[in-house]
């Protein structure tokens, strides 16, 4: 295992359609983060998982938005009736929890809406 | 060369210098803080972190310290190289019981000049 894998690493989507996103962490962590970032900024929260339980959601994340993690393994973040607005850089990240370690982020999967 | 984070928001230093790179947080309750590197195209990778019950935490070329009676934080890098270009992000966190979300500040972009 070397890290925290995203896939697509791009994606381009016309307007109103749907994508789906997927993350797979470092088997061993129990957290999973989704983040969102735009050019120049910093990643924004969305997100996150313990196990197989979403645990919070940021009011970022709109009803257009759902993420899953079934077996608490893989992650997927789906975007329906995408906007153009939605056009960013998404983030996974996964860690340990109690202990805490390992904060690591994956590549991202960047998204252009067209 | 030193930075004031948010403020002034790219820094440049020397190749073989030492650089610093400050952030104001905003929570005066977050207990744990990270720094990250992002290279352009890729995701956050971990530098160095620090929980708030301590001030100075040392790593490979890199000292972070903690100042929470005024809320800041601040990244040393030794002996800068070509390689620590990058955008830099520190993050914060607050939680009762391990990391969960982290809230990212803007980042500096620090070019090492040759």
């Known amino acids: 295992d070397t890290g925290v894998s995203q896939d697509p690493r791009h994606k381009i989507t016309k307007r109103g359609q749907n994508v789906t996103f997927r993350c797979d962490p470092i088997?061993?962590?129990?957290?999973l983060y989704w983040y969102r970032q735009t050019l120049g900024q910093g990643p924004e929260f969305l997100t996150y998982?313990?196990?197989?339980?979403?645990?919070?959601k940021s009011r970022l994340l709109s009803d257009r938005f759902s993420a899953e993690r079934p077996k608490g393994s893989f992650s997927t973040l789906e975007i329906q009736r995408t906007e153009q607005g939605d056009s960013a850089m998404y983030l996974c990240?996964?860690?340990?929890?109690?202990?805490?370690?390992?904060?690591?982020f994956g590549s991202g999967t960047r998204l252009t809406v067209v | 060369g030193e930075s004031v984070g948010l403020h002034l928001p790219t820094l440049s230093v020397q190749e073989g210098d030492n650089s610093i790179i400050n952030c104001a947080y905003s929570?005066?309750?977050?207990?744990?803080f990270i720094w990250y590197k992002q290279e352009s195209g890729k995701g956050p990778q971990f530098i160095i972190d620090?929980?708030?019950?301590?001030d100075k935490r040392q790593g490979q070329r890199v000292t972070v310290l903690l100042n929470k009676t005024v809320k800041h934080l601040s990244l040393q890098i030794a002996a800068t190289q070509p390689g620590d270009s990058a955008v830099y992000f520190c993050?914060?966190?607050?939680?009762?019981?391990?990391?969960?979300?982290?809230?990212f500040g803007q980042g500096t972009r620090l070019t090492i000049n040759p």
């Open positions: 620090i929980r708030s019950n301590m």
């Open positions: 929570n005066s309750a977050s207990d744990y």
């Open positions: 088997s061993e962590h129990n957290r």
């Open positions: 993050a914060e966190s607050f939680s009762i019981q391990g990391a969960q979300k982290l809230v």
């Open positions: 998982f313990q196990n197989e339980a979403q645990l919070e």
């Open positions: 990240a996964s860690s340990f929890y109690p202990a805490n370690y390992g904060y690591t």
